[in-house]
C-alpha cells in the first residue's frame, strides 16, 4: 500500500534544528507520517531519536523514514567512515521506530564502487534488523538513472537494498519516469515527489 509523507525538509529546510515547525504545523495541515532529514551529526545521536520518537507520540505523528547524509568514499578511510555511518543510521532508524533509510549518493564520488563496498558493510545489519535501505537519484550524482542503478544491482542483490525514486531528478537527468519503472519497478521501496519544468534540465518546482 502507498502511503504519504511529508519530509522534514519541507517545515526546517538544510538547516539543524528541533524540528519545531513541523510539531507545530504537520499534523494540523493534515499530514500523519514523516520522512526526517537527519544530515547532521547531533541529529542521529540516541538522544535526538528519543526526542524526535516522543515528540512524534505527542503530536500524533509517526515516523516513516530517515533520511540521511549521502553514501559513496573515495578512499579506504572514507568507505569506512561512510559505512560506520549507515550503520549508526540503521540504529537510529529502529529506535526512531522506522525500518527505513534513505541517502543518496556524493556528488564528490568518483565512481558507485566506494558506494557498493560501503552497501557490502551494511547489507547483513539492514537484513537482520528488516530495515530498507532506499538508494536516491540525483541528476548530478554518480547515481542519476537506470544504468547507474543496475550497475549496483549488478555487484550487490540484496531485498534490502532497492531505490528511492525522485521522479525531479530523474526527469532532469534525462529519463522518463515511466521508462524507469518498467525497468526497475520493483526495486522501488521509497518516493521522493518533486516536479521538473523542463525534460533534461535541472528546473524544479516550488515546494508547495
Given at each position: 500500500m502507498l502511503e504519504l509523507a511529508v519530509s522534514s525538509?519541507?517545515?526546517?529546510?538544510?538547516a539543524d534544528t528541533q524540528y519545531g515547525n513541523l510539531f507545530a504545523k504537520a499534523f494540523r495541515e493534515g499530514y500523519r507520517n514523516v520522512e526526517f532529514n537527519c544530515w547532521h551529526a547531533a541529529s542521529l545521536t540516541p538522544d535526538r531519536m528519543r526526542y524526535l520518537r516522543k515528540r512524534c507520540a505527542d503530536a500524533g505523528l509517526r515516523p516513516v523514514a530517515l533520511h540521511v547524509a549521502a553514501f559513496g568514499g573515495n578512499s579506504s578511510e572514507e568507505?569506512?567512515?561512510n559505512a560506520a555511518h549507515k550503520l549508526r543510521a540503521i540504529e537510529a532508524a529502529l529506535e526512531l521506530g522506522c525500518r527505513r533509510v534513505v541517502a543518496s549518493v556524493s556528488e564528490k564520488a568518483g565512481s558507485l564502487d566506494g558506494v557498493v563496498e560501503e552497501l557490502a558493510q551494511i547489507e547483513p545489519l539492514a537484513r537482520k534488523e528488516q530495515v530498507l535501505i532506499c538508494l536516491e537519484n540525483h541528476c548530478s550524482n554518480p547515481l542519476a538513472v537506470s544504468a547507474d542503478y543496475q550497475v549496483i544491482f549488478d555487484r550487490i542483490d540484496s531485498p534490502q537494498i532497492g531505490i528511492a525514486l525522485d521522479g525531479g531528478h530523474l526527469e532532469a537527468a534525462g529519463e522518463e519516469i515511466a521508462s524507469?519503472?518498467?525497468?526497475l519497478g520493483d526495486r522501488i521501496?521509497?518516493?521522493?515527489?518533486k516536479e521538473d519544468r523542463y525534460f533534461?534540465?535541472?528546473?524544479?518546482?516550488?515546494?508547495?
Open positions: 525538509l519541507t517545515y526546517e529546510g538544510f568507505i569506512a567512515w524507469f519503472i518498467r525497468l521501496n521509497h518516493l521522493h515527489l533534461g534540465r535541472k528546473s524544479f518546482c516550488r515546494f508547495g
